[in-house]
């Protein structure tokens, strides 16, 4: 603590109701954090009393985590430049036992992410920054009144920054009651988003900022009251929320993976069960009544990837039709055929890898090995092959070596994880063969290479890049767009379009000679979009790429869990779409046209003319997304890039109506929309701008992720940036046509 010589380095204000709240507990956790000179405040109105040089919060329920302060002090010391972070918050019961959820957001806040809510145990910063605040009395809005505190700061337009290992607990102490969760809701909208929103607040329209409609804001709150309605035994409330169809659009837009986050988030906050480590803790029944109640809503066919995130926190299969998910095969795609040239699988091999990994991919090359319809399988081996025999059943080492005897298996030795053109350029130099290169863990049935094969004739020999099916304990489900295990177990025709991954692809299908770009030498095996990178980069060299994933059933067998969302993940993205940069720059360096558009991107801004979607930031990265994008289809069913033009006049949505009707069925048809506007005087991505307008907001949610798009105001978007984004469109149209 303090002395009278020595100012407080840390002011630590404890807040909140007193009476019948553990307060000891929390003093005692701020006791114990190690810090010399810290100061500590009991009560809402102490902010101005704060001495320290920074000052950081703690409810009267909730406690720091050990080392806490430590971990953010060292943190703001060693950054300088850093006036306010944040740390994740647990969620804990009465007795102190973790409910697996987390109130936090892990990545640097500015204030137009201000609407996402944050819990002020978890923040700490320069004093400075809270001068002249106070916190909200309003009862109404729980731990809501330091989400508000915070965004108020974040309004000054400081940065904060996440800390992970500065974390604090928050108690859950009561199970709340639907009065409560609705007065809390309409506190929310009121008083948190009324004061964000205000018109007072220039700082919404600056540059630096891309401000999400207030429409947004609000239906994120609604997300999560629908949500905690739906667990809580309230379905009606969820029935009346469901006649807006701007909220079942909304809800749409969500992954599986952060839609189960959020319900994890609300059975520990209505429940104090965790459900992710113990899902025992809640009766089968109070689940099965759950799942009942979300079919009875109607949410397998309006928003499936809420019933799916649903499941997969129960551990209850998805709700499937009795009728066959996918179509017969042509009889050209089961009959056996002959294939003139050779059919190889290359594949590569890491011996130093974990070994439980290592025996998993051994067994697959084994099966791979012992498919009919595959004549080799060339493994570019990393590591010496007698640590792979070391690992493996002697039956398994002998299948091995008479694989190799008989010339079916060929190890090549390498010394580090291989790029994709060191692959493409090996299969170059087996001679005319019929390749596919395939990562380790993938395993290709009889069936698949027969289809294979007969597809790939019939459809005219394009390159195949197949979307794989993971292999789960009920069946085989195509990849969705999340990277890990627990992978969704639901059938293609359940998925809205977001949930399509078509930018991720474990299996390429070509004949040799094959010609690639030698910038596909920088994009490495199972990085971060390096599917996306190799089937755009082929685009630009004029091949055709197909994914008949629908038809095509390539089996993953893998269950090691994968973190692209971290730095790593983030920076291989990066490089891989660099990389496509410099590979479309030099493929148009002598274009007459394109190779100046190429090079005034930056010219195009969100608010009058721009490519993609209005959360973008990265031209060239929306060009990848485009070029890199291929949809599930079935074989020889291949719709052709085609596009549509929407033309609105005089600023008036309204006078395009029947044309806006035609927007989800564009989306689900992979159509590039060229959006033409007149009459906007502030501009604005037409996402914002339908969202906005109340017929058409659910119209607009979906546009928010959807790449295929071009939004230009003719009448205030310079005559350059409409010259380039007109370009860019003709370009990709080129390019997708093949």
Not at 44 to 61: P, V
Not at 176 to 189: F, K
Request: net charge negative; aromatic share 8%; hydrophobic share 40%.
């Amino acid at each position: 603590m303090t002395t009278a010589t020595m100012p407080p380095l840390i002011s630590v204000v404890i807040y909140g109701p007193i009476e019948q709240s553990p307060l000891a507990q929390a003093i005692e956790s701020v006791g114990t954090q190690g810090i010399e000179h810290l100061e500590l405040l009991i009560g809402d109105n102490n902010i101005a009393a704060a001495q320290g040089e920074y000052i950081a919060f703690l409810a009267t329920t909730d406690l720091f985590e050990p080392g806490t302060l430590k971990a953010r002090l060292n943190y703001l010391l060693s950054n300088p430049d850093t006036d306010l972070i944040h740390s994740p918050v647990k969620l804990i019961d009465l007795d102190g036992k973790d409910l697996g959820a987390v109130i936090t957001r892990p990545k640097a806040i500015t204030f137009d992410a201000a609407i996402n809510p944050i819990h002020l145990s978890g923040v700490m910063g320069k004093t400075q920054l809270f001068r002249g605040l106070s916190l909200s009395q309003d009862p109404a809005l729980g731990w809501y009144q330091g989400w508000l505190l915070f965004a108020q700061v974040l309004s000054t337009g400081v940065t904060s920054e996440y800390v992970e290992h500065g974390g604090a607990q928050h108690r859950v102490c009561q199970t709340p009651t639907l009065e409560l969760e609705l007065q809390r809701h309409q506190a929310a909208l009121d008083v948190v988003l009324g004061w964000i929103y205000a018109p007072s607040h220039a700082v919404i329209t600056k540059p630096r900022y891309r401000f999400p409609p207030l429409t947004v804001a609000k239906r994120l709150r609604e997300l999560s009251l629908f949500i905690w309605c739906l667990i809580s035994g309230n379905a009606h409330v969820c029935r009346s929320m469901m006649k807006n169809s701007g909220l079942v659009a909304f809800l749409n837009t969500w992954l599986v993976k952060s839609l189960r986050d959020e319900i994890y988030l609300q059975l520990a906050y209505h429940y104090q069960v965790n459900l992710r480590s113990q899902p025992e803790q809640l009766a089968q029944e109070t689940k099965a009544t759950i799942v009942q109640h979300a079919m009875v809503l109607g949410l397998r066919e309006r928003a499936p990837s809420l019933l799916l995130a649903l499941c997969e926190c129960f551990d209850i299969p998805y709700p499937q039709e009795p009728a066959t998910i996918l179509a017969d095969f042509n009889d050209m795609a089961t009959a056996s055929v002959h294939t003139p040239s050779p059919w190889v699988l290359i594949t590569s091999f890491r011996t130093h890898g974990a070994a439980d990994e290592v025996q998993n991919c051994a067994q697959i090359l084994l099966d791979n090995c012992g498919t009919a319809g595959i004549d080799q399988v060339h493994v570019l081996l990393e590591g010496p092959p007698s640590i792979l025999e070391n690992l493996l059943a002697p039956a398994q080492v002998q299948a091995l070596h008479t694989y190799q005897e008989s010339g079916k298996l060929i190890f090549s030795p390498i010394s580090s994880r291989p790029d994709y053109k060191t692959l493409f350029d090996y299969a170059n130099t087996l001679g005319h063969v019929s390749a596919a290169i395939a990562n380790a863990d993938m395993r290709l049935p009889e069936t698949a290479v027969r289809q294979m094969n007969a597809g790939r004739v019939a459809d005219g020999n394009p390159i195949y890049a197949l979307t794989r099916w993971n292999h789960t304990k009920t069946g085989d489900f195509l990849q969705g767009m999340q990277a890990h295990p627990p992978w969704p177990q639901w059938p293609p025709d359940a998925r809205h379009y977001f949930e399509k991954h078509c930018l991720s692809y474990d299996c390429y299908v070509f004949d040799t000679p094959i010609s690639v770009p030698p910038e596909l030498a920088s994009v490495s095996m199972a990085t971060y979009g390096c599917d996306t990178a190799i089937a755009a980069m082929l685009r630009t060299e004029g091949y055709q790429v197909h994914n008949p994933c629908l038809s095509i059933q390539t089996l993953h067998l893998d269950e090691k869990m994968r973190d692209y969302a971290g730095t790593q993940g983030q920076q291989d993205l990066s490089n891989n779409v660099a990389s496509f940069g410099l590979a479309i720059m030099r493929r148009y360096a002598q274009h007459p046209i394109y190779a100046h558009s190429l090079q005034q991107l930056s010219i195009l801004e969100k608010q009058t003319a721009w490519l993609g979607g209005p959360g973008n930031s990265d031209v060239m990265h929306t060009i990848f997304l485009n070029l890199g994008a291929t949809p599930w289809t079935k074989q020889g069913n291949y719709p052709p890039f085609s596009s549509i033009h929407i033309t609105i006049q005089d600023g008036n949505l309204d006078t395009a109506e029947e044309a806006l009707a035609n927007i989800p069925a564009a989306i689900e048809r992979n159509l590039f929309i060229f959006w033409e506007l007149n009459g906007f005087p502030q501009g604005g991505h037409i996402a914002d701008l339908l969202v906005n307008h109340p017929r058409f907001e659910a119209i607009g949610y979906p546009l928010f992720g959807y790449q295929r798009q071009s939004v230009l105001h003719q009448d205030i978007a310079s005559k350059n940036a409409q010259i380039v984004l007109r370009n860019l469109y003709q370009m990709i149209s080129e390019l997708l046509l093949g």
